[in-house]
């Protein structure tokens, strides 16, 4: 491969990782786009909301199953992604973290999150997919965490 078809997968792969991250955004925030979302993370992700109170999720089953109640209870979602920044990019493995500030509605409970999202993605025939994801807080969890998700 030349230099120059090399900055250019180089290019094209960064903007793959960063729409996935982006994706996940937009169909979390959906409350209704629970496929579209699994279709971003390989068949076997880990994701782990412990650091912020809540369970680690495996597989699509653990992800389908989470979210399915999750879009049933929330009113509404509003999560806005940014400091994007590619740590780790080889030919088949990279790694991303992000800060997010995440808002949602339940029952007239709010709550809003300032998280980092640590993201590892893995290349796969379908293209890049996310295979870890974790979050950690930034600032301190409110209490009004455990309202909105108080059946998890």
Request: glycine share 8%; aromatic share 12%.
């Amino acid at each position: 491969m030349s230099s120059l078809e090399q900055r250019v997968r180089l290019i094209e792969d960064r903007q793959a990782l960063q729409d996935l991250f982006h994706g996940y955004l937009f169909a979390v925030d959906s409350l209704t786009d629970l496929d579209g979302m699994l279709s971003l993370f390989t068949e076997d992700v880990s994701f782990d909301l412990r650091e912020i109170g809540l369970p680690c999720l495996k597989g699509h089953d653990g992800l389908r199953q989470f979210f399915a109640d999750v879009f049933g209870y929330m009113s509404h979602h509003a999560h806005y992604g940014t400091n994007f920044t590619v740590r780790h990019l080889d030919a088949d493995t990279a790694s991303a973290w992000a800060y997010v500030i995440g808002s949602g509605v339940r029952d007239g409970v709010q709550v809003t999150l300032h998280v980092k999202y640590f993201l590892d993605y893995l290349r796969t025939p379908a293209g890049w997919k996310i295979c870890r994801f974790s979050e950690a807080p930034i600032l301190p969890m409110p209490d009004s965490l455990t309202q909105v998700h108080r059946s998890h």
